[in-house]
């Protein structure tokens, strides 16, 4: 059987996997460009792309292929110490490292170097991670206002406020300041660690963002670029 070959990679603001959204589309914000290896920047295969606004990117989780599988996993969301059937997750610990994601289609590019690539947003991927596949988003068939989520339900992402401090702020780029809140609301701490004295830090954006967690409030206490 021919292997899948891949077609392409995401360039994203987060060099490691801590931090990444567990789910695509929790934060708009975040932007991401895929671009597509030499012989597939062909602009006739985008033809008619731009008549969508979601795409389904089905890609790889290059940093957790492994040659064994474990028939159960532990989901952040339910604290790191309950296991579930891998299949009932989206972990990605998986028999085969793929993952999919729905993300905002912004923009085609035909035109300029290494085009045609796309500009799209909500991504939860790491930079350089590798596609497989894009297909469209459709609507009517992919949305189930009915579905029912199983123990996703009862775990339903929380938000935490956020609070920078005033001589902090200069140093995100305007640009960045909206994926950056959108991203700390989203409490990327691991489940099984909760310390409010513990200080965590992410890489985004050319950043090192150091913060603590106390009660729903996270604090920023540090920013150093990498």
Known sequence: MEQMKIIGW?????PEKFGAPRQSGLVRELTGRIEFAPEYRNKEAFRGLDEYSHLWILWQFSESIRDDWSPTVKPP???????MGVF???SPFRPNPIGLSCVRLEQVCLDGK??????????DMMDHTPVYDIKPYLAYTDSHADAVCGFADTVMDHELQVV???????EVPPEKWAGLIGLLKQDIRPGYLHAPDR???VS???MNIKFTVNNNVLTVCAIAKL
Do not use: H, Q
């Open 114 to 123: 290494e085009a045609p690539y796309l500009m799209v947003s909500g991504v």
């Open 88 to 90: 009932a997750t989206r």
């Open 77 to 83: 969301r339910l604290g790191g110490n309950r296991r």
């Open 164 to 170: 920078i401090p005033e001589e902090l702020k200069a």
């Open 204 to 206: 985004f954006a050319g």
């Open 199 to 201: 200080v965590f830090g």
């Open 10 to 14: 995401v360039r994203t603001d987060f």
